[in-house]
């Protein structure tokens, strides 16, 4: 596709039906939509999916979507297989014996609603709406639904993506680009023209630094990684910074290996070639930016001779991998959760924001574009809030109320740390009462993928007196702990909506959900009468498409009801939205692009202000190299970096024991974090959990390429399948995260095998850095040893001994500055 419009004109329009939504082909129902999840990834490619008899049958890109031009990945081809899996929960159910027998008694969804609003309205009256959690997964697009439902319905201020330790997912990104920027950057690949590379105001990076990911496996973020091979095609260079080898790094001009969890030295010494060298955009940054002498005072020592010796990278590779990003007329940053995953997490963020502005690299074709959803179509995690009662939301679980970690509480979800020591300990750090009594999980695997210390959240919510899980599978954390399972409905049965930056999309009904499963969208509505009629009454839903519709004409919490049921009128409450419903959309090929997000440098065009001057969201209208809103929020207003809490540098004593880097949560091909391990076609391609190991080290410490093997820390163990590969460093092994076995015994103590093969065993709890934001979970020490058959596995450890146990209850560990 190096060619683009070569590739539009040789598009049959006619045989891919043009303008329509749906058609009879071959003896197949044909859809026009976009798929989203379950199960899924966070992209919404477009696909047309081929039905026949009330079944989806295969699944074909649409080449007539800008947005994927009708390249999809493995996971959304094999669809058929989980969509039509046997072990798909097809009926609302309630436990029958002790929580992990996975013993259940099939139930009517009016049983199920009576259970679950007793339960909900006699906690409301006995502890307060605070002590029911409610957690959504990653994904899904109930990212803003589920806290809607949780704030509007169960009415807790407390939402979350619960055992997270750090909000370490995407947040420290977000809010780290926030402060200094005003919006997010992502990387342009010509994602805001619907016209994609052949518009004329493009221009492909003349530099692209993949740092921290990889795009081509993850897609993460609503981003889609074949769109930066587009650009390498177009003449992009490619720096990679990773400490795996990837595609990227054997196509780059500069791989560089750092050490895991040292990516802010070397952001850090990279702003110091660039500002020492005079390298920067002197014309922008004296125009558009603030601070550049505060941050050169907080950067002046960190050079590239400074940074060597941590990241273990040469002086002249940091050196000449600056120049090179600096050097480009245009160069762009793609970013990853590795950016999220380490102590040093705010600042690496400020870092990598700060390397953009003063290369004049931001809003510019090529560069970072400053991103917002389409057509302002905002729905988050205000959405229900004025619905939750003030008692509950003066209660919330902040940062520093649920952990002591003071700062300027910044972050909308409930602090996962808090929630823990709350379920552990039934009151707060400073000893004030605060039970959890219930937790509505909602498309959340978390013993099985996000929590950061399973063993030890296992144990917690063992405690917890009522627990509902909403999931289209029977998941590891449905057996170990759920009272009553809800059926969710799959993308290809679901009809909904959303935005993640551009364009915003449909997703249209192709098949009927399967058994008595319902979507998201439709346990709202039921739901939402019976624990709050005057949230109902306001948003006047009665159908799943009644939300989709509230959704496009641009909901974002202060705006109630829908264009199809309309309380009140929305179109002078709506500041957004997209102008078409549900339907309407669907019918327009399902998609739409605003012209905020096709402009390049809105800066100088007064498109970032609410006063529509010239400038950016920020308090000073500049981008601050050196944010005020650092201050505020009680964090370092200049990048600098944080060592692990264990490692060469930090704790040398512990090497010999534990000689090994762990890093752990790199994404592959086949599986979206827990999802897909059902699907024959995928575990065909990825039957085991590999771990990588280079060459060096599988001969010193004796473990074979395809032979398993313990990794074990002074937390916990877990065994994968060694992968013998120069792509990882000698010194440093790669684990895979969120594995979990559908084909074993679901029962405890297997719980399907998740215990076992989980890094997560290692990873602690309570440890952050700076602000209670970021983690260590890539930066582990290990040692790695042959497994031998009769050792105990993990799943017998946690379940039936009490886990490893070194940690106390509400221990907690938040880095500080040197």
């Known amino acids: 596709m190096a060619n683009y419009q070569e590739f539009l004109d040789g598009i049959d329009r006619a045989a891919y039906h043009e303008g329509e939504l749906t058609w009879e082909e071959d003896g197949f129902t044909v859809t026009r939509t976009y798929q989203y999840s379950p199960p899924g990834c966070h992209d919404s490619c477009g696909v047309l999916f081929y039905a026949k008899d009330g079944k989806l049958d295969h699944v074909e890109g649409d080449p007539l979507s800008p947005f994927t031009n009708g390249k999809l990945c493995m996971r959304c081809l094999d669809l058929p297989e989980i969509v039509n899996h046997p072990d798909r929960v097809l009926y609302p159910m309630k436990r029958a014996g ?22 909900v309205k006699s906690i409301r009256e006995e502890y307060g709406s605070e002590s029911i959690v409610c957690v959504h997964g990653t994904g899904r697009n109930v990212n803003w639904l589920v ?33 200094p920027l005003g919006d997010f950057p992502i990387a342009d690949a010509a994602v805001g023209h619907e016209d994609r590379y052949v518009d004329p105001s493009f221009k492909a990076p003349e530099v692209i630094v993949v740092w921290g990911n990889e795009p081509l496996a993850s897609n993460a973020d609503g981003y889609i990684g074949h769109w930066l091979v587009q650009c390498v095609q177009m003449g992009s260079r490619i720096i990679s910074i990773d400490p795996r080898l990837t595609w990227w790094g054997a196509r780059a001009a500069y791989h560089l290996q750092l050490r895991p969890g040292t990516d802010a030295a070397l952001a850090c010494a990279w702003l110091n070639v660039i500002i020492s060298e005079g390298l920067y955009d002197h014309e922008f940054v004296d125009c558009w930016t603030s601070g550049l002498d505060e941050l050169w005072e907080g950067i002046k020592d960190m050079t590239p001779e400074w940074a060597a010796p941590i990241t273990g990278l040469s002086a002249e590779d940091i050196t000449a991998s600056a120049r090179l990003y600096a050097s480009g007329n245009n ?49 988050g995690y205000a959405s229900g809030e004025d619905f939750t009662p003030q008692s509950a939301k003066d209660r919330k679980l902040t940062i520093a109320r649920g952990t002591g970690i003071t700062g300027g509480e910044f972050i909308a979800h409930a602090c996962t740390d808090g929630i823990l020591h709350c379920i552990e300990a039934g009151e707060l750090p400073d000893g004030e009462p605060y039970p959890i009594k219930m937790i509505w999980f909602q498309s959340s695997n978390s013993l099985a993928c996000a929590g950061m210390d399973a063993p030890r959240d296992y144990e917690a919510l063992k405690t917890v007196d009522f627990i509902v899980n909403a999931d289209p599978i029977l998941t590891p954390l449905s057996v170990a702990v759920a009272d009553l399972l809800l059926p969710v409905a799959m993308s290809c049965e679901r009809n909904s909506a959303r935005t993640w930056w551009t364009p915003v999309r449909t997703i249209y009904r192709a098949v009927e959900p399967a058994g008595e499963a319902k979507t998201d969208e439709q346990i709202v509505v039921d739901l939402m009468p019976r624990l709050n009629p005057e949230a109902a009454e306001a948003f006047g839903w009665t159908k799943d498409t009644d939300i989709a519709d509230w959704y496009l004409a641009g909901g974002d919490g202060k705006k ?24 309407e959309l669907s019918e327009k090929g399902g998609y739409a692009y605003d012209d905020w997000n096709h402009t390049y440098e809105k800066y100088a065009k007064g498109m970032l202000r609410d006063d529509g001057n ?34 060469p540098v930090t704790t040398p004593e512990l090497m010999e024991e534990y000689p090994l880097i762990l890093s752990c949560g790199g994404r592959s091909f086949e599986f979206f974090h827990s999802e897909h391990r059902q699907m024959p076609t995928m575990r065909e391609f990825h039957p085991l959990p590999l771990v990588m190991v280079n060459p060096v080290d599988a001969e010193k410490y004796r473990v ?77 020490i290990c040692r790695i040893y042959p497994y031998s058959a009769g050792d105990e596995l993990p799943g017998e450890k946690v379940t039936r001994k009490g886990g490893w146990g070194d940690y106390t209850v509400g221990a907690m560990c938040g880095s500080k500055v040197d």
């Open 147 to 179: 806290p809607l439902f949780g704030q509007a319905a169960l009415q807790t201020p407390n939402i979350s993506t619960l055992f997270f330790t750090g909000f370490a997912c995407y947040m420290p990104r977000v809010c780290g680009a926030m402060a």
């Open 98 to 119: 002790e929580r992990g027998e996975n013993k259940w008694e099939r139930i009517t969804w009016d049983e199920a609603y009576d259970m679950i609003e007793t339960k």
């Open 614 to 647: 010239p400038g950016f969201s920020t308090p000073s209208g500049r981008i601050e190299l050196a944010p005020y809103t650092y201050r505020v929020w009680g964090l370092t207003p200049t990048p600098f970096h944080t060592e692990p809490p264990e490692g």
């Open 331 to 379: 160069s762009a940053i793609q970013w990853g959760l590795a950016f999220d995953q380490q102590m040093s997490a705010m600042a690496l963020n400020l870092a990598v924001c700060d390397l953009m502005a003063i290369c004049g690299n931001i809003d510019r074709p090529g560069g970072n574009i400053l991103v917002r959803n389409s057509f302002e179509i905002n729905a």
């Open 560 to 583: 109630h009801g829908a264009s199809s049921n309309v309380k009140g009128n929305i179109s002078e409450k709506a500041k957004g939205g997209v102008g078409m419903s549900f339907q």
């Open 704 to 780: 074979e390429d395809g032979q398993w093997a313990w990794i074990e820390n002074g937390h916990g163990r877990f065994k994968q399948v060694v992968k013998v590969t120069p792509r990882v460093a000698p010194g440093v092994i790669h684990a895979e995260h969120g594995w979990w076995f559908p084909e074993q015994e679901a029962a405890e103590p297997s719980l399907f095998g998740t215990f076992d093969s989980n890094p997560n065993n290692c990873t602690r709890a309570f440890e952050t850095g700076e602000g209670g934001i970021g983690t260590n979970i890539k930066s582990m």
